[in-house]
T-cell receptor, first 112, second 109 residues
Framework: NAGVTQTPKFRVLKTGQSMTLLCAQDMNHEYMYWYRQDPGMGLRLIHYSVGEGTTAKGEVPDGYNVSRLKKQNFLLGLESAAPSQTSVYFC???????????FGPGTRLTVL | EDQVTQSPEALRLQEGESSSLNCSYTVSGLRGLFWYRQDPGKGPEFLFTLYSAGEEKEKERLKATLTKKESFLHITAPKPEDSATYLCAVLTGRRALTFGSGTRLQVQP
């Protein structure tokens, strides 16, 4: 099992550009999450999904959109990147909401 | 609003010097408290889940405990490979975790 994988690992964008981050899990988990991690601020939830075709807002959703068209994939989109979105993005998945969340290796995004 | 505070922010220990990390929380309706370990440049790695006050769990040199207001991660006789950032997170009525900012632990040989 690969667990949770994320692509790409690194990306540099210019302000105003768009991109999509892909998260894939092979554990048949219902729940999937996108977090961002900034120095001194811990992990903050952006959006999450409780099943295929469903999404919900987290703590810091502005500027991001998500889609869960297939159970194993959760996409995070930035339509018009801003320097404030420079961060490390982590995807996670779990079987239930009170179950262990398994994290991917992260994507380091820099917006110039 | 759920709040999770970890202390200290950073801790430097000598190999074999036992200590404890603290995670205090203010939440409405705790459903679970999670401890993760994070190495530089990697994603968080699950350590423990505690569901009710009085519960304790152990794994090698680590022991996690939970009260109604806080959790402790006790590290007994640490080794340099225990150096990492330790994250605490709480699950409440919302369906996702609220994380603390972490404790950076450095164990020197």
């Amino acid at each position: 099992n690969a667990g949770v994988t994320q692509t790409p690992k690194f990306r540099v964008l210019k302000t105003g550009q768009s991109m999509t981050l892909l998260c894939a899990q092979d554990m048949n988990h219902e729940y999937m999450y996108w977090y961002r991690q900034d120095p001194g601020m811990g992990l903050r939830l952006i959006h999450y999904s409780v099943g295929e075709g469903t999404t919900a807002k987290g703590e810091v959703p502005d500027g991001y959109n998500v889609s869960r068209l297939k159970k194993q994939n959760f996409l995070l989109g930035l339509e018009s990147a801003a320097p404030s979105q420079t961060s490390v993005y982590f995807c996670a998945s779990s079987y239930r909401d009170d179950d262990t969340q398994y994290f991917g290796p992260g994507t380091r995004l820099t917006v110039l | 609003e759920d709040q999770v505070t970890q202390s200290p922010e950073a801790l430097r220990l000598q190999e074999g010097e036992s200590s404890s990390l603290n995670c205090s929380y203010t939440v409405s309706g705790l459903r679970g408290l999670f401890w993760y370990r994070q190495d530089p440049g990697k994603g968080p790695e699950f350590l423990f889940t505690l569901y009710s006050a009085g519960e304790e769990k152990e794994k090698e040199r680590l022991k996690a405990t939970l009260t109604k207001k806080e959790s402790f991660l006790h590290i007994t006789a640490p080794k340099p490979e225990d150096s990492a950032t330790y994250l605490c997170a709480v699950l409440t009525g919302r369906r996702a975790l609220t994380f603390g900012s972490g404790t950076r632990l450095q164990v020197q040989p």
